[in-house]
């Protein structure tokens, strides 16, 4: 079976500093990959999608950047975070569109 | 452009009482998908129900069905004798032909005792 595996948990960073969430899938070959973010009691706003390695897709121009360096390998990065990085940022993947996309467990980011 | 409306912020239900959440969506496409999302206090989003667009019969799963209105371009979901697990955040979400899944703004229910 399918498992998605999303890290860390919770991360409390400086503004200014780095930040790279990963995100791996298990049990499925050349799935679709995303990131989302959920700011506090709203909905989610995709960020990026990749179809493939090294295919990014950007949703939303903003201080973030994504890439899959490998095929079940997705990582969300920032050089420098801002105050307004801050939420809750869930990964997800597809393999098809019927199917629906499937998530992990989200990463909730406080920027200080 | 695709968007998905829930006009409904929040939403409170008696427990073993049927509860339902509506969506709208907005598309120019006519073969799609459609999906019910619950998130519940944990914030793992968890698909609960899914609607092709080109089948008239409406999806089931247990005490989770929808009403899937095609010409209005209405989603709704309706929770059957409702269960105090079932209070969460609840996403409808939109996809069509661009690998983007498109998601309301939720609604949240409340199942009371």
């Known amino acids: 079976s399918q498992t998605i595996h999303q890290w860390p948990a919770t991360l409390v960073q400086p503004v200014g500093s780095p930040l790279s969430l990963e995100c791996t899938v298990e049990g499925t070959s050349n799935p679709n990959l995303y990131w989302y973010r959920q700011a506090a009691g709203r909905g989610l706003q995709l960020l990026f999608y990749?179809?493939?390695?090294?295919?990014i897709s950007s949703e939303v121009p903003q201080n973030l950047s994504a890439s899959r360096p490998q095929d079940r390998q997705f990582i969300l990065s920032s050089k420098k975070l801002l105050l307004s990085d801050s939420g809750f940022y869930l990964c997800?993947?597809?393999?098809?569109?019927?199917?629906?996309?499937?998530f992990g467990q989200g990463t909730r980011l406080t920027v200080v | 452009a695709q968007t998905v409306t829930q006009s409904q912020p929040e939403m409170s239900v008696q427990e073993a009482e049927t509860v339902t959440l509506s969506c709208t969506y907005d598309?120019?496409?006519?073969?799609?998908?459609l999906f019910w999302y619950k998130q519940p206090p944990s914030r793992q989003m968890i698909l609960v129900i899914r609607?092709?667009?080109?089948?008239?019969q409406n999806a089931t799963e247990n005490r989770f069905s929808v009403n899937f209105q095609k010409a209005a371009k209405s989603f709704s979901l309706k929770i059957s004798d409702s269960q105090l697990g079932d209070t969460a955040m609840y996403f409808c979400?939109?996809?069509?032909?661009?690998?983007?899944?498109?998601f309301g703004t939720g609604t949240r229910l409340k199942v009371l005792a």
């Open positions: 609607q092709e667009a080109y089948k008239q």
């Open positions: 997800a993947w597809s393999v098809n569109e019927q199917g629906g996309a499937f």
């Open positions: 598309t120019s496409e006519n073969n799609y998908y």
């Open positions: 990749s179809v493939g390695i090294g295919q």
């Open positions: 979400a939109f996809i069509s032909g661009t690998y983007k899944y498109i």
